[in-house]
Nanobody, 124 residues
Framework: VQLQASGGGLVQVGGSLRLSCAAS????????VGWFRQAPGKEREFVSA????????RYADSVKGRFTISRDIAKNTLYLQMNSLKPEDTAVYYC??????????????????WGQGTQVTVSS
């Protein structure tokens, strides 16, 4: 399976963006799909995750109430709606796949497939 992340861009503080993560080669069924972000000089950070079978979601505390993860089953695509963006949200955003237990989804090292990343820049 290959992942294609898109939707990043330059936005002002308080603005919104919607990121997409599309899979080719197979369905997301049976996987957990996670969004992570990485700012320059920092480690890859968990943002949100979606268990494709069942729809369970989780968010990092830093994005709760501002970001919403959702899916389009027909398009085999996962979305991350980002509202009320802050300068500290600036990073390259990656989507990844894993089959690990739900309690470990915040660990980027446990994901085995990644998309290419999409840059999000929030200007103040």
């Amino acid at each position: 399976v290959q992942l294609q992340a898109s939707g990043g861009g330059l936005v002002q503080v308080g603005g919104s963006l919607r990121l997409s993560c599309a899979a080719s080669g197979r369905s997301f069924s049976g996987y957990i799909v996670g969004w992570f972000r990485q700012a320059p000089g920092k480690e890859r950070e968990f943002v949100s995750a979606f268990r494709w079978s069942g729809g369970t979601t989780r968010y990092a505390d830093s994005v709760k109430g501002r970001f919403t993860i959702s899916r389009d089953i027909a398009k085999n695509t996962l979305y991350l709606q980002m509202n009320s963006l802050k300068p500290e949200d600036t990073a390259v955003y990656y989507c990844g796949l894993t089959r690990i237990v739900w309690s470990e989804i915040g660990n980027h090292k446990r994901y085995d497939t990644w998309g290419q990343g999409t840059q999000v820049t929030v200007s103040s």
